[in-house]
């Protein structure tokens, strides 16, 4: 069973930054397709970012450019870096596993973001 442990968020200005850890545990999640997603209030999920086990990265349309993917395989780890944050990228932000093989899907309990001056 993985368990997705997630941290990193916070308050923040409009323009600024901040980084999201995501820690996998109980399982070596190296070939899981490892995502981000969010969920701002009223709003359903919707999917962020995520990076294959074969080392591809998909964004959705309106964090291309401000946003990067990445994960430690070694560390069982994924994280987000999110630049140029604006109020509209205030949500609850969720990691997630996903098994190419088994379809298993895991979640995490999220971690805060919340942008404004």
């Known amino acids: 069973q993985v368990q997705l442990v997630e941290s990193g968020g916070g308050l923040v200005q409009p323009g600024g930054s901040l980084r999201l850890s995501c820690a996998a545990l109980?399982?070596?999640?190296?070939?899981?397709?490892m995502g981000w997603y969010r969920q701002a209030p009223g709003k359903q999920r919707e999917f962020v970012a995520d990076?294959?086990?074969?080392?591809?990265?998909n964004y959705a349309n309106d964090v291309q450019g401000r946003f990067t993917i990445s994960r430690d395989s070694a560390k069982n780890m994924v994280y987000l870096q999110m630049n140029s944050l604006q109020p509209e990228d205030t949500a609850m932000y969720y990691c997630?596993?996903?098994?190419?093989?088994?379809?298993?899907?895991?979640w995490g309990r999220g971690t805060q973001v919340t942008v404004s001056s």
């Open positions: 109980g399982k070596e999640v190296g070939p899981y397709v």
């Open positions: 997630n596993a996903r098994s190419p093989v088994s379809g298993e899907i895991h």
């Open positions: 990076y294959s086990g074969g080392g591809y990265t």
